[in-house]
């Protein structure tokens, strides 16, 4: 049997975690969904001129 869960889009289920915290079930979900889907992989700069294309390492940003 499906959850509920599994019918909603992860934006909706992203706004039912914030309200109900304390359900692990659709944390779960919503984890298991996160981690399906792959990130996006950024290539190390190999010189300081490659550091044009990191604009947050710039800044000082540690996360983004």
């Known amino acids: 049997m499906k959850s509920k869960f599994e019918a909603m889009s992860r934006q909706e ?3 039912y975690i914030l309200q109900n915290r304390d359900d692990d079930e659709a944390f779960q979900v919503y984890m298991d969904r ?3 889907e792959p990130g996006e992989i950024y290539p190390a700069p190999q010189t300081i001129d490659d550091l044009k ?3 947050f390492l710039k800044r000082g940003v540690t996360s983004y």
């Open 13 to 15: 289920l992203r706004t």
């Open 53 to 55: 294309d990191f604009p």
């Open 34 to 36: 996160a981690l399906a």
